[in-house]
C-alpha cells in the first residue's frame, strides 16, 4: 500500500498578533484592497494631540486644549503582488463660518512601491515600507485643478511594524521618539484595515 504525503508551505508568524501558523505567504496575505477601519494618532507634542477614527463620524481630532472637531474620512489602499501600492484618501472640510470657506473635500491618491523589511532586532518580513513615487490631489471647490508630485528614484520610504497580517486583517503601527536636551517628542500611530476582497 502505498500513501502520498502533501506538503504544504507554511508561514511562521512574524507581528506580535500574528496567526501561529498560515498556509499563505505574507505577499499572498498582503496582496488586495483593505479599507481603514481603525486610526489611532497620539502625540505629546503640537497642537493636534489625538486622532481617533470611527467609521461613522469619520476622524476626530483633539487639540492641545482638549477641544475637539471631526471630519467625515475614508482610506483604501491596495497592495498588488509585483510590489506596487495605491493608497486613496478622502476628508470632507465643512462650511467654515469664521474664516468664510465653503465645505469641499478633499481627494489624495498617493502611488509607489511596497517591500517587506525587517531584520537585526526584529524579524524578517516584520515591517511594511512604502516608497512613495507619486502622490496627487484634487478640492471639489477648486473645479479640475490636480496638484501632482511626483518622485523618482526615491530612497526614502515610510515604514510600519506590521502586528497582524491575516487574510482579512492588517494592523500597521508607527512610533517615532525624538530626544533632545529640553524634551522628548513621541508620536504613536496605530492602524486597523479589513480586506474588501
Given at each position: 500500500m502505498f500513501m502520498a504525503l502533501t506538503v504544504l508551505p507554511v508561514a511562521c508568524k512574524k507581528g506580535e498578533n500574528d496567526p501561529a501558523l498560515s498556509s499563505r505567504t505574507r505577499k499572498n496575505r498582503l496582496t488586495g484592497t483593505w479599507n481603514?477601519?481603525?486610526?489611532?494618532?497620539?502625540?505629546?507634542?503640537?497642537?493636534?494631540?489625538?486622532?481617533?477614527?470611527?467609521?461613522?463620524?469619520?476622524?476626530?481630532?483633539?487639540?492641545?486644549d482638549s477641544s475637539s472637531y471631526s471630519r467625515l474620512f475614508s482610506w483604501e489602499t491596495s497592495f498588488d503582488g509585483d510590489g506596487v501600492y495605491t493608497l486613496k484618501q478622502k476628508e470632507d472640510f465643512p462650511l467654515d463660518t469664521l474664516e468664510g470657506i465653503q465645505a469641499y473635500s478633499l481627494n489624495s491618491v498617493e502611488k509607489g512601491?511596497?517591500?517587506?523589511?525587517?531584520?537585526?532586532?526584529?524579524?524578517?518580513?516584520?515591517?511594511?515600507?512604502?516608497?512613495?513615487?507619486?502622490?496627487?490631489?484634487?478640492?471639489?471647490?477648486q473645479?479640475?485643478?490636480?496638484?501632482?508630485?511626483?518622485?523618482?528614484?526615491?530612497?526614502?520610504?515610510?515604514?510600519?511594524?506590521?502586528?497582524?497580517?491575516?487574510?482579512?486583517?492588517?494592523?500597521?503601527?508607527?512610533?517615532?521618539?525624538?530626544?533632545?536636551?529640553?524634551?522628548?517628542?513621541?508620536?504613536?500611530l496605530s492602524l486597523k484595515f479589513k480586506k474588501a476582497d
Open positions: 481603514l477601519e481603525s486610526y489611532e494618532f497620539t502625540a505629546n507634542f503640537g497642537e493636534i494631540r489625538a486622532v481617533s477614527f470611527d467609521p461613522e463620524t469619520g476622524l476626530t481630532y483633539t487639540t492641545e512601491i511596497w517591500e517587506f523589511t525587517g531584520g537585526n532586532d526584529s524579524p524578517s518580513k516584520s515591517k511594511l515600507a512604502l516608497f512613495a513615487e507619486e502622490r496627487s490631489s484634487t478640492r471639489t471647490d473645479g479640475s485643478n490636480i496638484d501632482i508630485t511626483v518622485t523618482d528614484n526615491t530612497t526614502e520610504a515610510f515604514v510600519y511594524d506590521i502586528d497582524r497580517l491575516t487574510n482579512t486583517e492588517l494592523w500597521l503601527k508607527y512610533e517615532v521618539t525624538q530626544t533632545s536636551a529640553f524634551e522628548e517628542r513621541v508620536e504613536v
